[in-house]
Structures are given as structure tokens and as C-alpha cells.
């Protein structure tokens, strides 16, 4: 028989891996009913964050998760669902200002109350387990970043 992994190491990447795409999968589920992506979503929380104010969009991209975003195609598809407005920032004509309106910020506040208890994902792990996988994991990232 062979062996799954080649080492620990190996291991625990496959792992960190594998609870990425559950938890993912499990964002998306909520997101569905939405007709919302998980980077669609958190575009949205991260304009909200600012609201009724706006972020350009290389100061929206800085604040996304995910680093290999398409941003263009992003802010291209909440534009068309009319959950964002791209505005050129008067001051700077290069710059895009990009901002929620009321009835979007309603809408993002309405399915934030959908991840109210999403913690619960990880409701099984200790106090103490949970400091020490942020710990490890913030570790991880270190050089990265």
C-alpha cells in the first residue's frame, strides 16, 4: 500500500488545505440564496466597514483575503448587480472611488446576519486550541507577508 503523505509536513499542508475548501464550501452555502461569491461578499463587508464612505479600489484590494483576486472582474460583476457604484474620484481622475449605496448597504447588513453565528464552525475546539492554532497558523503566514 502506499503511503498518503510523504511526511508530518506533508500532512499538515494537505490538512490546512482540505479545511480551507470546508470552510469555504460552507461560506458558500450561506452565500447561495444570496447569488453571492465568498470574494463578492467580502468586497461588500469591506465597503460596509466604511459606509456610507468609499475605498479605491487597489485600498478595497489591500483588504480582501484572498491575494489572487481579479479586482476588475470583481467590482465588473457587483456593478451589474447594482451592489456597488464606481465613481471616478474627482480629485484624482486616475483613481476609482467604489462605495455601497443605501439599499446595498442594506442588503450586505442582511446577509451579515446570516455569518452571526459562524464561529460555530469551529465550536468543537477549546478556548486554548483555538489560541493555539491562530498562533500557529499567524506563524505560518509570517515570511509571507
Known sequence: MEKLFRN??????????QTDGYIF???QQKLSPFDLSV???IALRRLSEVYP????????KEKMT????DMTRLMDRLVAKKLI???IDPQNRRR????????????VEAVAVEFKDFESIVSQLTDEEVHTMNTLLEKIRKPLQ
Open 25 to 27: 464550501n460552507h461560506f
Open 96 to 107: 476609482v472611488n467604489l462605495s455601497l449605496t443605501e439599499e446595498s448597504y442594506q442588503f
Open 53 to 60: 464612505n468609499s475605498l479605491t479600489a487597489g485600498e478595497l
Open 39 to 41: 470574494q463578492q461578499y
Open 8 to 17: 508530518e509536513y506533508h500532512r499538515l499542508i494537505a490538512n490546512i488545505h
Open 66 to 69: 484572498d491575494i489572487n483576486s
Open 85 to 87: 457604484v464606481r465613481e
